[in-house]
């Protein structure tokens, strides 16, 4: 059951959003909670300025993007930590937090499920580069804490051939400045 976030945040003050409604229906299928949960879903598009996520601008202390910012390029990837920019409360150490698939060498990869797409691959020096990029766009200052480690074995083995031995998994936390 989904009562309370790990910190001990209550439910109600718990956003999620994912482009796709359908996901917050198997979410409440699995965990047999859409009476009980007290949390808000926003279906929205992160790319979309209009969307119902403009509703929680400057509002948000805490956002996690999980296996996310990978999935697109880099110049996508910067558009999307603008938004989250505006998302995030203008406040110091308002925080971002989030892990994805990473690389030793950073750049841009071919999409896995679209082979005219790509999608960039940080390393800890890449990523740290973009905040920064980040932070002169929005007139914003950002420290920005990365760990970049090797996965799972079971998962790494399992991804070789589709990441290449120099996959690795990157953990960052972004801190307003």
């Not at 009476?35 to 805490?62: E, H, N």
């Not at 937090?97 to 950073?106: A, C, F, I, K, Y």
Request: glycine content about 8%; proline content about 3%.
């Amino acid at each position: 059951m989904r009562k309370v976030a790990a910190d001990g945040a209550p439910q109600e003050h718990l956003y999620g959003s994912d482009l796709r409604p359908e996901f917050f229906e198997m979410g409440y299928r699995l965990f047999r909670d859409r009476d009980t949960l007290k949390s808000k879903f926003i279906a929205a598009d992160i790319f979309d300025p209009s969307s119902d996520l403009s509703a929680l601008d400057g509002k948000i202390d805490i956002l996690y993007a999980g296996s996310f910012l990978h999935l697109f390029g880099y110049a996508d990837q910067v558009s999307i930590c603008k938004r989250i920019v505006k998302l995030l409360k203008a406040k110091k150490d308002s925080l971002l937090l989030g892990r994805q698939v990473g690389n030793l060498e950073s750049g841009e990869k071919v999409h896995r499920t679209n082979p005219n797409q790509t999608m960039f691959r940080h390393n800890s020096e890449s990523f740290k580069r973009m905040w920064d990029e980040v932070g002169e766009a929005t007139g914003t200052k950002w420290r920005v804490e990365t760990e970049l480690t090797i996965p799972e074995e079971r998962y790494f083995n399992e991804r070789l051939g589709e990441h290449g031995p120099n996959m690795r998994s990157l953990r960052f936390s972004v801190f307003r400045e």
